[in-house]
């Protein structure tokens, strides 16, 4: 009798239905660190409901329709009336209604909730990195609204609600709302004091009628905007209604979509104005002022997303390689295999670390945490975002074949591992935002320095990483060519300290004799062939 000819043997199962946070373990680490005591067992309860959701595969389903089916522009009714409407797959409504359900919006109503969120968020990037884009925008206009009382409590308690109510209806109506941001323009890019965009006084106190043209407008299909534009003191920040208090439709023309490498299930546009409606949010000429706590929270949420996507790029090749067999064994057991696997973890944990820290520090609020941030965030974002594609890519190539394949669900991350690098100002902007706080900032510097000195003596490599850092500083000639080297190495040695100080042993040592000591190569696999790389793995492991 003849054989079947389609024998499926040697494929790992499907990496779903489990914890995708109780099975991070740096992750679950943070929460425990940085959370108040008392509000762990909460935290981690709400966290694991996020994650067991987030790691089913009725998540996993939709996440593939919604990056399947792009959203699509309807400028028109059929009637011929301008609507200026996006319209998206069913199952992008469904992720982004967990996703304001599970509070990713919520953070400044409860305590921890800085740290709370950012490990949700990072739970909620490995399932569609797309919604994470309104999510992120909404949560972090608050602290640009908080400038206006009156602004603030008209709009905050819609923005940090738990209720996703879609939907163009005037604010007063809605139970939630969600907020995008129109910053750029096409000549100026992240030079946002190019912009031509003016905005005139009208007869009502604080109102302006604004004409121009954005170039990226993040999430064109939400309630409100915050739009910088030209006033007659100079740039100025603006929050512009989709819909009028009146019930009629401010104009907001949506030129096109942008067809984007990644990001796909999420609609990024260009809007025009012509004499659109606006509010003023803070004062005339400091627009840049008004909108800088909304770009650094964003840029938080960047780092975020980037340690999201490492992390489940890295689950699903050691998952991939626990189950896999060549050459007489399982992949994992393969020496060379293990050290690539290895490496990975240990740049997903020191970016998750990292991430969790910039968040325990806006919960803090104090002058020196704020201090301490105004450095950390931009190298971070510089650095953590700038490691996420690489990681990306070798994680896709432990599986082979497979990983080059869409069901593998790799190429997604492959495609939006670029973007947070972009996104919120791309790497020069960051590095040359550090040299920015640097020379006018000077408690900057010290708060952190104070950080890491605060694992000075544990590790020899990082203690001479740190003199190396300040050997640099001493001699700031030419320092602009070099701003991108001294970004590196602030968040190096900040990633180096907090492992040190928090990560296990094995986790640390790997990180300071590869990234700070010189003991690894250029590409990923290269760590001391004498290092426990099975304990690393093994704690990267997503365990089912």
């Known amino acids: 009798m003849a054989g079947s000819t389609h024998t499926v043997t ?45 790691g089913s595969e009725q998540l996993r389903e939709w996440a593939v329709q919604a990056d399947g089916h792009p959203p699509r522009l309807r400028t028109h009714d059929r009637f011929g009336h301008r609507v200026d409407e996006v319209d998206f797959h069913p199952a992008w409504h469904r992720l982004l209604g967990k996703g304001v359900g599970a509070g990713l919006t919520a953070a400044w109503t409860r305590p921890g909730g800085q740290v709370r969120r950012a490990a949700a968020f990072v739970v909620w990037t490995q399932v569609e990195a797309g919604t994470c884009c309104p999510l992120s925008m909404t949560h972090a206009a608050v602290p640009a609204l908080r400038t206006d009382p009156e602004l603030a409590a008209e709009w905050e308690p819609r923005l940090t609600s738990v209720v996703y109510d879609r939907g163009l209806r005037p604010a007063r ?81 949506l030129q096109r979509l942008k067809d984007k490498l990644g990001n796909r299930s999420n609609a990024s546009a260009e809007v025009e104005f012509d004499g659109t409606w606006a509010r003023r949010v803070g004062e005339e000429g400091r627009g ?36 896999r067999e060549a050459f007489g064994g399982r992949l994992v057991d393969k020496p060379l295999m293990r050290n690539v696997l290895a490496d990975l973890a240990v740049e997903s944990e020191a970016a998750t670390t990292l991430g969790l820290r910039l968040a325990a520090a806006c919960d803090d609020g104090g002058e020196q945490e704020r201090a301490f941030l105004r450095i950390a965030v931009p190298a971070a974002k510089y650095w953590v975002t700038k490691r996420c594609a690489p990681l990306v890519v070798e994680a896709a190539e432990c599986l082979g074949g497979n990983g080059y394949v869409e069901e593998s669900g790799m190429p997604r991350l492959v495609r939006e591992s670029p973007l947070n690098s972009v996104w919120e100002g791309a790497g020069n902007v960051q590095a040359l935002d550090v040299l920015r706080a640097l020379q006018r900032e000077p408690g900057a510097l010290d708060a952190y320095l104070r950080e890491v000195g605060r694992a000075r ?74 290092l426990p790389l099975a304990a690393l793995v093994e704690r990267a492991a997503p365990g089912v």
């Open 10 to 54: 040697n494929q790992p199962p499907e990496l779903s239905g489990y914890d995708v946070y109780g099975a991070d373990r740096a992750l679950v680490c943070a929460v425990e660190r940085h959370l108040d005591p008392a509000l762990v067992e909460e935290a981690h309860s709400e966290l694991s409901g996020l994650g067991r959701a987030a």
């Open 173 to 253: 109506l809605k139970a939630g709302a969600l907020f995008g941001m129109a910053m750029t323009e096409k000549q100026g890019g992240s030079d946002v004091r190019a912009n031509t965009t003016r905005a005139v006084p009208l007869a009502e106190a604080g109102t302006y009628a604004l004409t121009g043209h954005k170039w990226f407008c993040s999430a064109p299909m939400s309630d409100g905007f915050l739009v910088l534009a030209q006033a007659p003191e100079g740039l100025t920040c603006f929050l512009v209604p989709r819909v009028l208090q009146d019930d009629s439709r401010n104009v907001f023309r």
């Open 288 to 323: 840049v002022r008004t909108i800088i706590d909304m770009v650094a929270a964003t840029r938080v949420d960047c780092v975020l997303g980037s340690a999201g996507l490492m992390r489940q790029a890295v689950a699903q090749a050691v998952h991939h390689c626990t189950y």
């Open 457 to 530: 003596g544990a590790d020899h490599r990082l203690d001479g990483a740190i003199r190396g850092l300040l050997t640099e500083l001493a001699d700031l000639r030419g320092v602009e060519a070099r701003a991108r080297r001294l970004a590196e190495r602030f968040a190096l040695v900040l990633q180096g300290a907090l492992l040190v100080r928090f990560a296990p042993p094995e986790v640390a040592d790997a990180f300071c004799a590869s990234r700070l000591g010189g003991d690894g190569g250029a590409a990923f696999g290269t760590l001391p062939h004498t």
